[in-house]
């Protein structure tokens, strides 16, 4: 774990976490931060990245460094996505119009960041002159900007919207909220299958938390400029209770899926797959991507972390269907190892929020910034000048190939 920023301007995803800390409000904190249980698996999902070893490749060309993808068939000039987090409020009031706009615009040059950057003029300032670069932001259903709004704040062709969806069990308020995200231009629904029932978070519990009453679920809010749907929380309920209450434990593939299938003509991604079985039935039920995600370690406790996750389903999704994930992405390096083992993307949560709680977004754009920086100079030092040079080839785990050598392998005259 990094050390917390010195001169208090974040260089790396750790500080912003410190400075988050020290920040937030204790209960926004704790929603933000914490898992299920006793965090075995939040603890896992950072963790486990570090099993895996990188194989650098040398002395190839790395002058320039491309990190230009597809996603869903769609041209992304980066893997580095965001994933969907309930009220980005709580952190700054820009929410998810500034996570949205702070995501396409990055500095392509220098690769690294500069001492004048560090001194402050990117913090306040993001430079302009940049190349704008789009990826993958997928909203929350329990955003606190509405769907709309978020959509319509951003300009850069490249950048992807999908719309996280959970089923309720009135499904009018579900397929609600899947013609409005069809009209405004989202372009995938991702259905959240992780979340029956909400995970037991011990924080949150005794914190008893619940938003703030300026925070706005927009989605929900009948008759303000653009919501139009009917899901409002009594006061006496907590955001989990309301969740718990609305939402559709009975959700199955035969009847769930194919019900969604019926009512919208989008692809379909499964967010919370951890197996191969859901993967073989997800091809099957036509969804046209899983997510390796067990939801930031916040719904069941002592499940895989997800990078050790995501191979099974690699293997199981046999390049019929693109396979992400999420979950304790922090580092460049991270999200090379994820794209070693198969992932087309990743995805980031925690990362956003607490860039939004230090600067907006601004603070939103540094993270994105720092991490496709990361990403760029981990390839470069790696010896890939392209997404496709990452491969499997690059990660030594004991067991995996290449086979570790044992000392004394070597003839002795060597
Ligand atoms: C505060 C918070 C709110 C979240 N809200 C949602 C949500 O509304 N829908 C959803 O599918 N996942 C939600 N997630 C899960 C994330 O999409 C993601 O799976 C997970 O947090 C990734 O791990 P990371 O935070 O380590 O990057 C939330 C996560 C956090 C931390
Ligand atoms: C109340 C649950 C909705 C947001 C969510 O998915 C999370 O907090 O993890």
Redesign the pocket.
Same mark, same amino acid.
């Given at each position: 774990m990094a050390a917390s920023p010195t001169a208090g301007v974040p260089v790396c995803i750790d500080d912003f976490e410190a400075i988050a800390k020290s920040t937030l409000p204790a209960a926004t904190w704790g929603?933000?931060?914490s898992g299920a249980n006793d965090e075995d698996t939040?603890r896992d999902?950072?963790e486990a990245f570090r099993k895996y070893k990188l194989r650098p490749r040398i002395l190839r060309d790395v002058s320039k460094v491309n990190t230009t993808t597809t996603i869903l068939g769609k041209k992304a000039r980066t893997p580095l996505c965001v994933?969907?987090?309930?009220?980005h409020e709580?952190a700054h009031p820009d929410g998810e119009i500034g996570t949205s706009k702070g995501q396409p615009i990055y500095q392509k040059q220098p690769l690294f960041i500069s001492t004048e950057d560090i001194n402050g003029s990117i913090v306040n300032q993001p430079k302009m002159a940049v190349a704008d670069l789009g990826s993958v932001m997928?909203l929350?259903?329990?955003?606190t900007k509405a769907l709309e709004k978020v959509i319509a704040a951003n300009s850069n062709p490249d950048t992807h919207y999908w719309f996280?969806l959970?089923v309720y069990k009135e499904r009018g308020i579900s397929e609600k909220l899947v013609r409005r995200a069809e009209a405004a231009g989202f372009e995938a629904l991702?259905l959240?299958v992780?979340?029956p029932v909400l995970g037991r978070r011990l924080l949150d519990a005794r914190n008893r938390f619940n938003p703030p009453p300026y925070i706005r679920l927009e989605n929900f809010i009948e008759g303000s400029a653009t919501g139009d749907g009917t899901l409002d929380k009594s006061e006496s309920e907590t955001f989990g209770e309301t969740f718990g209450n609305r939402g559709d434990a009975g959700l199955t593939w035969e009847e769930g899926i194919a019900w969604l299938r019926s009512i919208t003509k989008l692809p379909i991604i499964l967010?919370?797959v951890l197996t191969a079985e859901d993967t073989e039935l997800a091809v099957k039920y036509g969804c046209a991507g899983v997510?390796v995600?067990?939801? +930031?370690? @916040?719904q069941l406790d002592g499940v895989l972390a997800?990078i050790d996750a995501l191979p099974e389903v690699v293997e199981a999704a046999n390049g019929r269907i693109e396979v992400y994930m999420?979950? +304790?992405? @922090?580092k460049g390096t991270d999200i090379i190892k994820a794209l070693a083992l198969g992932a087309r993307a990743v995805?980031?949560?925690?990362?956003i929020?607490y860039g939004l709680a230090y600067n907006g977004e601004a603070g939103a754009k540094l993270a994105l910034k720092i991490l496709q920086d990361e990403l760029e100079s981990g390839m470069a030092l790696s010896g890939c000048r392209d997404i496709n040079d990452i491969n499997e080839s690059l990660i030594h785990f004991p067991g995996h190939q290449p086979q570790p050598r044992r000392l004394g392998y070597y003839p002795s005259k060597l």
């Amino acid at each position: 774990m990094a050390a917390s920023p010195t001169a208090g301007v974040p260089v790396c995803i750790d500080d912003f976490e410190a400075i988050a800390k020290s920040t937030l409000p204790a209960a926004t904190w704790g929603y933000y931060t914490s898992g299920a249980n006793d965090e075995d698996t939040l603890r896992d999902n950072r963790e486990a990245f570090r099993k895996y070893k990188l194989r650098p490749r040398i002395l190839r060309d790395v002058s320039k460094v491309n990190t230009t993808t597809t996603i869903l068939g769609k041209k992304a000039r980066t893997p580095l996505c965001v994933a969907p987090c309930a009220m980005h409020e709580l952190a700054h009031p820009d929410g998810e119009i500034g996570t949205s706009k702070g995501q396409p615009i990055y500095q392509k040059q220098p690769l690294f960041i500069s001492t004048e950057d560090i001194n402050g003029s990117i913090v306040n300032q993001p430079k302009m002159a940049v190349a704008d670069l789009g990826s993958v932001m997928i909203l929350s259903t329990y955003s606190t900007k509405a769907l709309e709004k978020v959509i319509a704040a951003n300009s850069n062709p490249d950048t992807h919207y999908w719309f996280q969806l959970y089923v309720y069990k009135e499904r009018g308020i579900s397929e609600k909220l899947v013609r409005r995200a069809e009209a405004a231009g989202f372009e995938a629904l991702v259905l959240t299958v992780d979340a029956p029932v909400l995970g037991r978070r011990l924080l949150d519990a005794r914190n008893r938390f619940n938003p703030p009453p300026y925070i706005r679920l927009e989605n929900f809010i009948e008759g303000s400029a653009t919501g139009d749907g009917t899901l409002d929380k009594s006061e006496s309920e907590t955001f989990g209770e309301t969740f718990g209450n609305r939402g559709d434990a009975g959700l199955t593939w035969e009847e769930g899926i194919a019900w969604l299938r019926s009512i919208t003509k989008l692809p379909i991604i499964l967010k919370g797959v951890l197996t191969a079985e859901d993967t073989e039935l997800a091809v099957k039920y036509g969804c046209a991507g899983v997510i390796v995600s067990n939801h +930031g370690g @916040r719904q069941l406790d002592g499940v895989l972390a997800t990078i050790d996750a995501l191979p099974e389903v690699v293997e199981a999704a046999n390049g019929r269907i693109e396979v992400y994930m999420d979950g +304790g992405v @922090r580092k460049g390096t991270d999200i090379i190892k994820a794209l070693a083992l198969g992932a087309r993307a990743v995805f980031i949560a925690r990362p956003i929020l607490y860039g939004l709680a230090y600067n907006g977004e601004a603070g939103a754009k540094l993270a994105l910034k720092i991490l496709q920086d990361e990403l760029e100079s981990g390839m470069a030092l790696s010896g890939c000048r392209d997404i496709n040079d990452i491969n499997e080839s690059l990660i030594h785990f004991p067991g995996h190939q290449p086979q570790p050598r044992r000392l004394g392998y070597y003839p002795s005259k060597l």
